[in-house]
Antibody, heavy 119, light 107 residues
Framework: QLLLQESGPGLVKPSETLSLSCTVS??????????WGWIRQPPGKGLEWIGSIHYKGRTNYKPSLKSRVTISVETSKNQFSLRLSSVTAADTAVYSC???????????WGQGTLVIVSS | DIQMTQSPSSLSASVGDRVTITCRAS??????LAWYQQKPGKAPKRLIYAASSLQSGVPSRFSGSGSGTEFTLTISSLQPEDFATYSC?????????FGQGTKVDIK
């Protein structure tokens, strides 16, 4: 069974960098057919796609976040990661990792982790 | 970016009601659309993929239709466990974009 699990600090100070990891179990991250992505949901708001990565390192990002976002992959650990720099309170959200299928959208999600930006 | 306009943003309905939610894309996305159900504190659950294909294990009262720029999710007879928030996702081109969500609550 495919499982995704987010990990990382739940509290980040303004202007600092948010860093999260996603550990994938039950399937190899090194598969051509899928990408591995991050989505967030601010409290009381809708879902926002942040970006995704192919295991070979090709990335796609939401343009409005592109200058602050880095998604990377570590195939040896079956993990991928998100870094979001210069955070503000507007970046407070539940961050979820997910598997993306080119043909069928997002088919697996992690449970999500709440990250609060506050001093 | 492709904009997804979802309506309504919320609705109140009774058990047994037929419910329809719409997503409109700002450009042609063929049938590259999925529908998700989300309950508080839980990960979204995919209901429909490729605009009209029912995800395995999802009750047949859920159905999706449409292609191009207009899509609908229909719940034929609302059940108590269906009170949740529903969102569409276009995966035709990056950046992927979600609709704003529709909260379905009890009338």
């Amino acid at each position: 069974q495919l499982l995704l699990q987010e990990s990382g600090p739940g509290l980040v100070k303004p202007s600092e960098t948010l860093s999260l990891s996603c550990t994938v179990s039950g399937v190899s991250i090194s598969t051509t057919s899928y990408r591995w992505g991050w989505i967030r949901q601010p409290p009381g708001k809708g879902l926002e796609w942040i970006g995704s990565i192919h295991y070979k390192g090709r990335t796609n990002y939401k343009p409005s976040l592109k200058s602050r976002v880095t998604i990377s992959v570590e195939t040896s650990k079956n993990q991928f990661s998100l870094r979001l720099s210069s955070v503000t309170a507007a970046d407070t959200a539940v961050y979820s990792c997910a598997r993306e299928s080119y043909s069928y959208g997002i088919d697996y999600w992690g449970q999500g982790t709440l990250v609060i930006v506050s001093s | 970016d492709i904009q997804m306009t979802q309506s309504p943003s919320s609705l109140s309905a009774s058990v047994g009601d037929r419910v329809t939610i719409t997503c409109r894309a700002s450009q042609d996305i063929r049938n590259d659309l999925a529908w998700y159900q989300q309950k508080p504190g839980k990960a979204p659950k995919r209901l429909i993929y490729a605009a009209s294909s029912l995800q395995s294990g999802v009750p047949s009262r859920f159905s999706g239709s449409g292609s191009g720029t207009e899509f609908t999710l229909t719940i034929s007879s609302l059940q108590p466990e269906d009170f949740a928030t529903y969102s569409c996702l276009q995966h035709n081109s990056y950046p992927w974009t979600f609709g704003q969500g529709t909260k379905v609550d009890i009338k």
